[in-house]
């Protein structure tokens, strides 16, 4: 079958509606009767809630404290455990404050307006308690616990790779050892939509109808429905146009369940749109995480062992998928090079900070930074190319498929000729401008990434408690036009267009006759993930692939049948079936019509044109990159300009070029905004001192330049289709290469870098201090 | 401050008349008033430019603007800029289109409305590169936006 529109560039289908205005996120529901909420949040990094007084809001509709939330929920799970964990769940409120910010109760009112007013009138009595300011303060002697039950401010702890014996002997052969530390700085998500949540109770059927602005609708619906007690049939979860999730939007979070018990109380739609300063507390938040790195090599530059000590402070408790970034990263950390070992201490602990959770690269991001700083060192110590100390180190496409120290086995590909091209790339850097005294330098990151996460054993294994399977339905109807139907939830990524684009070419027929149907738990596959993890193509894309193939068994069987011709000589193409070698075809759509006619079909097959398929692939895939950029220093003022990006990457089969770079675009400025500017920031007791858009800085249009891009595209050897997945891809090179880069420019401090952000200030001090 | 008053408005070419309270956001007149939802709010801080509206000629964030500022003004929206014509866009709507400069689209009206002002004003090309600078996007990286703003510019023969 021809590819007529897998690998084109086509613009996405559903973007008019979009410029035009016309979409529909979740702040443009309105419903009869609807009610508006707000959340009551705590002013105090740490305490007991000692009163919650609502007696002067006297014009809420309905005020719902911590006492009243506890009794009607069940807890969060969590469904990660790693390690040693004792936080398995998470009550909703259990009658403590743990971070600035923390949901305590929800007040329901006739606006927005008239709920944040009531907010104003209710008083909450909190005895504080002495504040843990972070994981340093947390692990200290006799450091007061955010959860006594526990006897210990440590949610989970755990090693990965080998084993202590045997990477100290590999330490204790290798001819040099370095060691250098590095702060990782806490970041924020910021997708522009915030977000929100429309609950619509219908009192005569006992159903209840969630809009919220997610990323994994039928997750959220399961939490909803452990929380609340209510069986999951009877709660439908709708991802409306969603601005933006970044990992953020994949679960329920305190303050949403508060508003679904109060529209359950009130038997009335109730809408709350969280505003940014609240996005700035209570969205989970990424990284603050601190690295002791030691690395191993050899005189002629072999790179023998790599043993991490890793600390996250994963703030006041853990989200759905708990210390699994750092588990991520612990896992990814070997990269493409060959290690004789490579261990990871890992410890993942709480502080009074605003929770973490998922974000775009997931711990991958923080493994490619922190190997590649690493081999930049080292190739600094030793004198050499960093690129020619890369490859030497690098895995060959003959030594592939390859298990690193990790036990994760990488599929194919070649990392060599793909950072060979890179490299050719910087010939294409423009000169740097007459008159510019800035400091010039070029950096490189290479990484291999795990996307297509799955199988389901694979995560049974390892303790999380998620299917990594996809599934799609796919019915054509009696006018040939097909409705596909996914549990991915796009909310910026395309599908709507690349999975025409598969489904186009599977069946032979137009694009415009296929719509997706996705986001949705009622007419939806199951799908535990949604959109995330760089997994919708390679999983849900694969589920794809094998469902229209089943459709086009039948479709070939029926026209078959139609033709007095074997099943097998037909083949679809161009809207039609055609008999192999001859002109002698029929329109898909009679087919079809015959289908759903029942009419003369082969013996024995059922009516109709349903088909689903259900995709638990093989293995993960893996995608892989190399970036470099330039980064050009202003010594006087330690301000960073990125005068110019390149990336050679392999996807395995692009479906739409188009989509894929503008993936690695945004991936790049959200890697480049924690390598240079973005942190958030606390006062030592606990208050977030970065809470609008002037404090926490996003990247801006002249922080990022244009990206020169190189696709290699070798298939997936397990994946149906050959997609590799690669939506975190551009985060996951671009810290680490912007850091790189900046350290290049900076020979005689770039050792010293011990921290992200390398923001202005930070670099300027670097250099006063070392002349 | 919940006292209520009439605002006289002109919104994508009609007369209009809001009665809200004196504290409503523009924004939210715009959104929930009169239904335009096209105009996304992204911060009520002023910084991220996702409310822009062309506000008597120029662009303006409408999360920063209470309703009885606005007494007289005329505002476009979003909804305006493509026309009435069926599938007509705006020259850098459909640049943005074939250019990918958009992904999740929540930030893209506000970006619309601020090159939408650029072009009519006659800014030049590096004038509306730089009045891009006032807009957060954290899907795209720029790149494409920046694109679809050559291409237009290019188009119009600027």
């Known amino acids: 079958m021809s590819a007529r529109y897998v690998g084109r560039r086509i613009p996405r289908r559903n973007d008019a509606r979009l410029l035009r205005g016309r979409g529909h996120f979740v702040d443009d529901i309105e419903l009869p009767g609807m009610l508006h909420a707000a959340i009551v949040r705590s002013p105090a990094a740490h305490g007991i809630v000692r009163s919650f007084d609502a007696t002067a809001a006297v014009d809420a509709e309905l005020v719902l404290g911590p006492a009243e939330i506890d009794a009607a929920t069940h807890p969060v799970p969590v469904l990660w455990t790693i390690g040693v964990q004792p936080q398995t769940a998470t009550r909703v409120a259990d009658g403590r404050v743990r971070y600035v910010g923390q949901p305590l109760g929800v007040v329901v009112a006739a606006s927005r307006y008239a709920a944040e007013d009531a907010i104003d009138q209710i008083v909450v009595d909190i005895d504080d308690l002495p504040v843990v300011a972070d994981a340093t303060a947390a692990l200290a002697p006799g450091a007061p616990l955010l959860y006594p039950e526990y006897g210990t401010n440590v949610l989970s702890a755990f090693d990965s790779g080998d084993t202590a014996e045997h990477t100290d002997a590999v330490f204790a052969a290798a001819h040099r050892v370095l060691r250098h530390r590095m702060h990782l700085g806490r970041i924020a998500g910021i997708s522009m939509e915030g977000r929100g949540i429309v609950v619509a109770p219908d009192p005569t059927t006992d159903h209840l109808t969630i809009w919220s602005s997610n990323q994994a609708p039928h997750a959220i619906r399961d939490a909803v429905s452990e929380v609340l007690g209510l069986p999951q049939h009877r709660i439908r979860v709708v991802a409306p146009d969603v601005g933006g999730a970044f990992g953020l939007k994949d679960h329920i979070y305190d303050d949403e369940l508060m508003v679904c018990l109060a529209a359950l109380r009130l038997g009335r739609p109730v809408k709350w749109i969280e505003d940014r300063s609240e996005h700035m507390v209570s969205t989970t938040q990424a990284r603050d995480e601190h690295v002791d790195v030691e690395v191993a090599f050899d005189e002629d530059g072999r790179l023998r062992g790599l043993r991490i000590d890793a600390q996250r402070d994963t703030g006041a408790q853990f989200a759905i998928f708990g210390g699994g970034p750092l588990f991520t990263m612990a896992g990814l950390v070997p990269g493409p090079y060959r290690w004789d070992a490579v261990r990871t201490t890992a410890k993942v602990i709480a502080s009074n900070r605003t929770p973490l959770g998922a974000y775009r690269g997931f711990g991958q991001t923080q493994a490619a930074l922190i190997r590649e700083r690493t081999v930049d060192l080292v190739a600094r110590a030793l004198d050499v190319d960093p690129v020619e100390l890369r490859l030497a180190n690098m895995l060959e496409p003959h030594e592939l498929p390859a298990t690193t120290r990790t036990h994760i086995t990488f599929d194919n590909g070649d990392y060599p000729a793909c950072l060979r091209r890179a490299r050719e790339l910087t010939a294409q850097f423009p000169e740097r401008p007459d008159g510019d005294e800035r400091i010039r330098g070029v950096g490189y990151a290479f990484y291999v990434q795990m996307a297509g996460i799955g199988p389901s054993n694979t995560n049974q294994l390892i303790g999380l408690c998620i299917g990594g399977h996809e599934t799609a339905t796919i019915r054509m109807e009696p006018d040939g036009s097909v409705r596909v139907a996914s549990g991915i939830s796009p909310h910026g990524q395309g599908q709507e267009t690349t999975f025409a684009q598969l489904c186009a070419d599977r069946l032979g027929i137009d694009i415009d006759q296929i719509a997706l149907v996705f986001n949705d738990t009622d007419t939806t596959p199951y799908s535990a993930y949604g959109t995330a993890a760089s997994r919708s193509m390679p999983v849900g894309g694969g589920a794809l692939h094998l469902v229209a193939d089943k459709l086009a068994a039948k479709i070939r069987a029926i026209a078959g049948e139609l033709l007095e011709a074997a099943a097998d000589d037909i083949v679809l193409g161009g809207g039609r079936a055609t008999v192999i070698g001859t002109n002698v075809s029929v329109p898909i759509g009679t087919v079809a019509q015959r289908a759903w006619q029942g009419f003369s079909l082969p013996a024995g097959m059922e009516p109709g044109l349903i088909e689903t398929a259900g995709y638990d692939p093989l293995s993960a895939t893996f995608s892989y990159a190399a970036h470099v950029c330039r980064a050009a220093v202003d010594p006087a003022t330690g301000e960073v300009a990125i005068e110019h990006y390149a990336v050679v990457h392999d996807c395995g089969t692009i479906v739409n070029p188009l989509v894929v770079e503008g993936q690695i675009h945004g991936g790049i400025a959200q890697g480049l905004g924690a390598a240079l500017i973005e942190e958030v920031v606390y006062s030592a007791d606990g208050q977030p001192l970065t809470t609008t858009f002037l404090d926490y800085l996003a990247p801006l249009s002249a922080s990022m330049p244009n990206v020169t891009i190189e696709h290699m595209e070798i298939p997936s050897p397990y994946t149906p289709g050959g997609m590799k997945g690669m939506g975190e891809g551009g985060t996951n090179g671009a810290m680490a290469c912007v850091v790189n880069a900046v350290a290049a420019a900076l020979p005689h401090v770039a050792d010293r870098i011990d921290r992200t952000p390398l923001s202005p200030s930070y670099l300027w001090e670097l250099l006063q201090s070392n002349p | ?158």
């Open chain 2, 1 to 158: 401050m919940t006292e209520r008053r009439a605002v006289h408005l002109v919104v994508n070419g009609e007369a209009r008349v809001v009665e809200v309270e004196c504290r409503t956001l523009l924004s939210d007149v715009l959104r929930h008033t009169l239904g335009l939802t096209g105009t996304h709010v992204g911060c009520e801080q002023g910084v991220c430019g996702a409310c822009t509206v062309i506000w008597d000629g120029a662009p303006a964030r409408s999360c920063l603007a209470l309703a009885p500022q606005a007494e007289g003004a005329t505002i476009e929206t979003i909804e305006s800029v493509a026309g009435t014509a069926p599938g007509a866009l705006h020259p850098f709507q459909q640049a943005m289109h074939e250019l990918h400069g958009l992904q999740c689209g929540f930030c893209t009206a506000g970006i619309v409305m601020t090159i939408v002002a650029a072009e009519r004003s006659g800014q030049t090309l590096d004038e509306a590169l730089v009045a891009l600078g006032g807009h957060i996007c954290r899907c795209t990286g720029y790149v494409n936006i920046r694109a679809a703003i050559e291409h237009t510019w290019q188009e119009l023969g600027r």
